[in-house]
């Protein structure tokens, strides 16, 4: 496995998970058609640890105050 980070610094340990913990979220909205709730509970977590980590790694994007007040009920948007 060294061999595949010859060319520069290996990644650390964090970024690596970081990177992983993304690609899995990613994944799991995707195959919950855009929902939270549903990629939360295939993941096997609570929508607001779902929602906190997706904060954390920057996969959610600010709505405008125009839009939330419009629709309270609809969820954060997704960063692709």
């Not at 994944?27 to 939270?36: D, N, Y």
């Not at 609570?46 to 309270?72: I, N, Q, V, W, Y």
Request: aromatic share 2%; proline share 8%; no cysteine.
């Amino acid at each position: 496995m060294e061999e595949a980070y010859s060319n520069g610094p290996r990644p650390t340990l964090k970024v690596m998970l970081e990177a992983y913990e993304r690609r899995l979220i990613q994944e799991a909205l995707s195959a919950a058609g855009g929902s939270q709730r549903r990629a939360a509970r295939a993941l096997g977590v609570l929508p607001t640890t779902l929602h906190e980590k997706m904060k954390r790694l920057g996969l959610l994007r600010r709505s405008s105050p125009a839009r939330l007040a419009a629709d309270p009920g609809e969820s954060p948007t997704l960063v692709a």
